[in-house]
């Protein structure tokens, strides 16, 4: 992998992390047309810039992570569901994980379902202020973030239609979508980077560099794509990010149809 394939892929997660459109489309499009080769090292490296884009949420929301017990004790109760499930279906997901054709389901899917959740939940922005969430409500959440875990569905969408379930309105499902993605990002990181750690100890200093380099881009790129998507979703909503998925996930399929070797790396 060369610096500016590194560059492009850190961008690629800073944008796509945070937005309900699906980082694991976007890094299946981007390392098949860059031709970057599947290796080890590769699956590292697309996993540890995660890292950067969980520092932006702690940057931006810095002071909402000085707040009281109960603030922690809700992620808590959110990040609970994917954890154990997490663990618990670890193969099958990576087993989904090569098969592009559930990631290019998954993405026409849930941008049909983009389509009409203005709408469902058009009650929720009429709102003086958005219901205090309820530690009920926080699991809850978070289930609707383990189904994340198919690939293509898109974390950020699912917890925040899960927010929006739960009566919040979308600005304040779409932030705590951002809390809640610092303890889920960070376990998934760490513990594929501890499967990893052999690897990573014999890592020369030009792949450090490149594991460096991808941290900061992301990081950058994280903190405009944030506050860019909290202005644009509360102004005009899920519509334009739902015709977004829709086009590509047609577009994976189109490819998949031509023949094209498209697959997360290895």
């Known amino acids: 992998m060369s610096v500016w394939e590194a560059v492009i892929l850190a961008i690629v997660e800073g944008i796509t992390e945070f937005l309900p459109i699906s980082s694991t489309g ?25 890292f950067g884009a969980i520092l932006s949420v702690v940057v931006i929301y810095f002071r909402r992570f000085f707040k009281d017990l109960d ?9 609970l569901p994917t954890a154990v499930l997490g663990l618990l279906l670890k193969k099958r997901i990576d087993l989904l994980l090569e098969n592009v054709a559930v990631v290019a389901v998954a993405l026409l899917l849930g941008g049909i379902i983009l389509l009409f959740i203005d709408q469902w939940f058009a009650k929720n922005e009429e ?17 609707f973030q383990a189904i994340s875990m198919v690939p293509g569905v898109s974390r950020s969408a699912a917890s925040i239609i899960g927010g929006l ?9 779409a932030e705590f979508s951002f809390f809640l993605a610092v303890p889920t990002m960070f376990a998934a990181t760490a513990k594929s980077l501890y499967d990893e750690k052999e690897l990573l100890g014999e890592a020369n200093s030009s792949a450090l560099f490149l594991l460096l380099i991808g941290n900061v881009v992301a990081f950058v790129v994280a903190l405009l794509a944030i506050r860019f998507f909290i202005g644009f979703l509360t102004k005009y ?7 977004y998925r829709i086009a590509l996930g047609l577009a994976l399929l189109v490819l998949l149809a031509l023949g094209y070797n498209l697959k997360i790396v290895d």
């Open 26 to 50: 976007h890094m299946i499009i981007a390392s098949a047309v860059m031709g970057i080769e599947a290796s080890p090292f590769t699956k590292v490296f697309i996993v540890s810039i995660q």
């Open 71 to 79: 603030f922690y004790t809700k992620l808590f109760c959110a990040f």
């Open 127 to 143: 709102q003086s202020s958005p219901p205090v969430l309820s530690f009920r409500g926080a699991f809850l959440i978070g289930v």
């Open 165 to 173: 379930t739960q009566g919040l309105n979308r600005k304040t499902a």
């Open 237 to 243: 909503g899920f519509r334009w990010f739902g015709y």
